[in-house]
């Protein structure tokens, strides 16, 4: 699709609906996540396809009323023909809208010879692109396009592969530590289609989007559906779970870093401590002691069998979980670690 020499860079250049599309947007930004992006830099991850041209078309907009600046980043995955076409078609989107862009080409395929885990090292690849340009940018934050579809497909996902609460909620808004925003995250991919085309904004599609290879396109065209097919409203059941899923991780972190600065060591909880607490606060304080040794989610089956090996005192009971860690009961409390054999 041709790009225009110029598309809408202000609120006042769209007609009144997309402004107010935007301003809800921002509302969302102040309101859920509570972000002040005043004087930062937002890296916008700018795929070319709809999500993302309209994300960096309403970021740009805002900019000016949220006091920051924008900057779009666009990774070329080498994976399709097509591909080094697109990368043309991003930086001339960046033009027409007046955003400072920077777009690579990485060869995610060479990294998987045998053509099996593409969809990981895919993934892999454009965190480390973003966060390479967020260092070289000075950028905050990075902004990515996820919306209330992609949510919903991502508690789908999280269901079947055993998460809990409040986990199952879906993916945050807002991730202090990687500093990544969504702020289209309760907003359904018809209205972004619908301001797309309203705007006339040029966005290339993406065929790997209907490979049903990948888990999330089979999510995407097969599940999701059926469950809209059940309930028409079934996204705005999402968006409540989200919520509730949002107040309920906010008590509870703040709950287990109360417990953590009471330890002398994260790596061990001792049994007088932990029976002092409730089960629910129990169990989200071994994830957290899990999640400090290392990369590797523990799922809530897992966990569930550690907190029964726990109150019924089975001593000397290894728990295995994801990363190669281990949680081993015994008459003192819990002992968490990485196997020795699996170090280095």
Same mark, same amino acid.
């Given at each position: 699709?041709?790009?225009?020499n ?36 937002i ?6 396809g ?50 400072p862009g ?8 060479? +990294?998987?010879p ?9 993934? @892999?690849?454009?965190y /480390? *692109? &973003?966060? %390479? =340009? ?10 990515m396009?996820?919306?209330l579809?992609?949510?919903a ?50 966005w ?11 888990? +999330? ?11 809209? @097919?059940?309930?028409? /409203? *079934? &996204?705005? %059941? =999402? ?12 008590f ?11 330890l002398?060591?994260?790596?061990f ?9 409730p ?65 280095g």
């Open positions: 699709m041709t790009v225009p110029r598309l809408p860079r202000t609120l006042q250049e769209m007609p009144p609906t997309a402004a107010h599309f935007c301003l809800d947007v921002e509302r969302f930004l102040r309101e859920e996540p509570g972000l002040d992006l005043s004087g930062s830099t890296v916008c991850a700018y795929s070319g709809v999500d993302s041209a309209v994300l960096l078309t309403v970021l740009n907009a805002l900019a000016p009323r949220l006091g920051c600046t924008v900057h779009a980043a666009h990774l070329d995955h080498g994976l399709r023909p097509e591909s080094a076409a697109e990368a043309k078609h991003a930086l001339a989107f960046c033009t027409a809208l007046g955003v920077t777009a690579r080409r990485v060869d995610v395929g060479a +990294r998987c045998n053509g099996t885990g593409i969809e990981e090292a895919a993934r @892999k690849a454009r /480390n *692109f &973003l966060t %390479s =340009v967020q260092a070289e940018t000075g950028a905050r934050f990075i902004a396009g996820h919306h579809n992609d949510l497909e991502d508690v789908l996902m999280r269901l079947t592969r055993g998460s809990g609460w409040p986990q199952l909620g879906g993916m945050r808004c807002f991730d202090p530590e990687r500093g990544l925003i969504r702020p289209l995250l309760m907003t359904p991919r018809a209205d972004i289609e619908a301001l797309a085309r309203e705007l006339s904004l040029p290339v599609e993406d065929a790997s989007n209907q490979d049903p290879a990948y888990q +999330r396109n089979r999510m995407r065209h097969s599940l999701l559906p059926l469950f809209l @097919k059940e309930n028409p /409203n *079934f &996204l705005q %059941s =999402v968006a409540s779970l989200w919520r509730s899923s949002r107040q309920d991780r906010e509870f972190d703040a709950e287990v870093q109360k417990q953590l600065k009471t002398a060591d994260p790596t909880l001792p049994r007088p401590h932990l029976t002092e607490l089960a629910a606060l129990r169990l989200r304080l071994y994830k957290a002691c899990l999640e400090a040794l290392g990369p590797g989610q523990p799922l809530a089956d897992s966990l569930n069998r550690l907190e029964t090996a726990f109150t019924s005192g089975e001593g000397g009971k290894t728990i295995q979980f994801p990363g190669n860690k281990q949680a081993k009961v015994n008459a003192r409390g819990i002992d968490f670690s990485i196997e020795p054999n699996a170090e």
